[in-house]
């Protein structure tokens, strides 16, 4: 099976400049291909792990990925699929995340020599000459066209509307595509369906200054059965970095994902053979627990490694059949001289990091999901303390079925 064929069949390819002449580039060399990250963190979250998916499956059959980190254009910010302008970054905190964002993907990828290519477009857009850039680059874009783009269209609807340093970002993507043409034999650009007017931009520029057929594939945007975007829970974002989501919380999300969604995930997010995922899809009812812990565990080894999938594993099923397994379960600590005296539960709750807020908090209580232990909590500002502590001497707590958290005295 091609590298195309592989892309449609697990559900990644929403729209393709020419699937024809791509699916037979795959088939006849080794394509080099790119995916850009935003350096807005110092962490990737689950938004990116798509991406980052597809360029772990274009090595694995044989081709050659590349990484461009945005130090260049993060200095500007993507309009794309955004309603207002994002905060302009410092150098400082640019150079942090860029050289952070390096160390993430090399835990998902290969970049020794001849594998993958890591690659920054500071590097050269930083160097450009502005009058040159125009001259040369500038003349092949029309505005017409671009403002027919629905990034742009969405922006110029909105009241802050969309200001020039923003409406730049398309060319200097489309320079990126056409350097890297240039520079390393790139043929591919893919990214988000977002991202679809940025990437024909850079296939067209490559065309008109290069005479170079090049293309560009995009993914679909995903979101959940419910309508909510993909990566986004109460407590925020879901990160990559072990450090802001344990690797407990985020084998939770993967496990806590609904019937309906569970089957596109496995296609989309993990690297089991079709034929296991066809079989985990047969399973109907309660049973499709199976097939979310077999979701949970994969996406977790991929992203975390398979001793703290193991790890992950055993502390959700500990505490899924109350049982008194607490290793990775996700663990504060508070002086005992605290506890002694209470701690108002809407306070702990916010504390531990099972509710974003304090309202948030008041909202979990009065709607009966908040517990200590097997008691669930009556009043936001019931106080929580020592003597509700577990035979092992920490209090459990739980925001709804599936989050928990122990708190241990100190």
């Avoid at 627990?289 to 001793?307: M, P, S, Y």
Wanted: glycine fraction near 10%; aromatic fraction near 10%; include cysteine.
């Amino acid at each position: 099976m091609s590298m195309f064929e592989i892309y449609k069949e697990r559900g990644y390819v929403e729209q393709c400049t020419n699937e024809a002449e791509l699916s037979r580039l795959f088939e006849e060399e080794q394509v080099i291909g790119y995916i850009g990250f935003d350096p807005t963190a110092t962490s990737l979250h689950v938004g990116s792990l798509l991406p980052i998916m597809s360029l772990m499956r274009l090595q694995r059959n044989g081709h050659r990925p590349i990484c461009l980190v945005g130090g260049g254009t993060g200095m500007i910010g993507d309009p794309s699929g955004k309603t207002e302008m994002r905060k302009i970054l410092t150098y400082e905190t640019l150079e942090e995340n860029v050289l952070a964002i390096k160390n993430q993907l090399s835990r998902f990828l290969d970049f020794g020599e001849g594998q993958a290519i890591m690659l920054n477009n500071a590097e050269w857009l930083t160097k450009l000459n502005y009058i040159e850039f125009l001259r040369d680059v500038g003349r092949h874009f029309s505005v017409n066209r671009m403002l027919a783009a629905e990034s742009v269209k969405l922006r110029l609807e909105q009241e802050q509307g969309l200001s020039f340093i923003e409406f730049n970002y398309q060319l200097l993507q489309a320079f990126d595509f056409m350097h890297m043409c240039k520079e390393i034999g790139c043929r591919l650009q893919m990214g988000g369906n977002d991202q679809w007017g940025n990437i024909v931009a850079g296939v067209d520029l490559c065309r008109r200054m290069f005479g170079t057929q090049v293309y560009g594939l995009t993914f679909p945007l995903v979101t959940l059965s419910t309508g909510a975007k993909m990566g986004k829970t109460a407590a925020g974002a879901v990160w990559l970095d072990a450090d802001r989501t344990s690797p407990y919380d985020f084998y939770q999300y993967w496990v806590n994902t609904t019937d309906e969604d569970v089957v596109r995930m496995l296609k989309l997010f993990t690297f089991l053979p079709m034929e296991q995922v066809d079989e985990l899809a047969k399973l109907e009812g309660a049973d499709t627990r199976e097939a979310k812990q077999v979701l949970a565990f994969e996406v977790t080894k991929i992203v975390h490694g398979e001793d703290e999938a193991k790890k992950a594993r055993q502390a959700a099923e500990a505490a899924f059949s109350g049982g008194g397994g607490v290793k990775g379960i996700p663990t504060s600590t508070f002086s005992k001289e605290e506890l002694r005296k209470g701690v108002p539960a809407f306070q702990m709750f916010v504390k531990t990091g099972l509710c974003k807020s304090s309202s948030d908090a008041r909202r979990l209580v009065k709607q009966g999901g908040a517990y200590v232990g097997e008691e669930r909590l009556t009043a936001f500002d019931q106080l929580i303390g020592l003597d509700m502590a577990g035979d092992d001497g920490s209090i459990r707590l739980r925001a709804g079925k599936k989050k928990h958290h122990r708190v241990v005295p100190e």
